[in-house]
């Protein structure tokens, strides 16, 4: 078995002496892995940065193997982020979410291709507004999406201020308001193509896609997102 694709590097471990286990998010084959021999010697080491955009080549024998894999890169993002602590926190979130997200082998290029895009923003000063809009499509991909068009109570279409942790749906602020300590804050710029206007409001995306992600779409399992709440703290600092 053999074939080649591009993808960015969610984690690596080390094997061994001096090889590594690369899990990459590849644009047609979904989550794979395989072993890089030599990936954590000098020479190998610097391409094999999370986050990298890489050329993958998989040899193995059978499919449900672990293969070998030859990489070249393509893109670096972390290189150019050094005075962007936001921008690389949130590339550390989106590579550590997709390890933890999406089972091996199972397609999804909306998610690639998603990851591409927030790539090209990571310098923005609205990264994480970027960042919470493309975790409210990893759940719409897995199956977990947010219905945010209208309150589940009335019908309404304005005013949406909280979502329903039962059903993901959004509820107008007056609907919503006898049972304000249950429901999760739905900031304004998840409702349109604008961005937060404050880390506070980002904050309250990051808690509303925590909690779908950590409750349905992880089951509960948050450990491996360390990442994830790294950046949670550093808009928390900001606010």
Known sequence: MEW?????????????????????????????????RGGAGRRKRGGLQVGNLVALNWRGRLPEH????????????????????????????????????????????????????????L??????????????????????????????????????????????RAVSAEAGRPYHGRLLALPAFLLGAGAAKTPAEVVDGLRLTGYFLESHALDGRAGRLAARDRLVERFQAKK
């Open 4 to 36: 080649s694709d591009r993808g960015y590097i969610l984690a690596t471990r080390k094997h061994g002496e001096n090889a590594l286990i690369v899990s990459a998010l590849t644009e047609t084959r979904g989550r794979q892995a395989g072993l890089v």
């Open 123 to 168: 310098d923005d000063p609205d990264v994480g507004s970027a960042y919470v809009k493309w975790e409210v499509g990893v759940l719409g991909e897995l199956g977990f999406g947010l219905d945010l068009s209208a309150c589940a109570a009335t019908g309404e279409t304005e005013n949406l201020a909280y979502v329903s942790p039962k059903t993901g």
């Open 66 to 121: 672990l293969g070998t894999l030859t990489t070249e890169v393509l893109e670096a993002p972390a290189s150019s982020l050094l005075d962007r602590p936001d921008g690389l926190a949130a590339l550390a979130a989106a590579c550590a979410v997709a390890e933890a997200l999406l089972p091996e082998g199972e397609e999804h290029p909306a998610i690639f291709h998603g990851l591409a895009g927030l790539m090209t923003v």
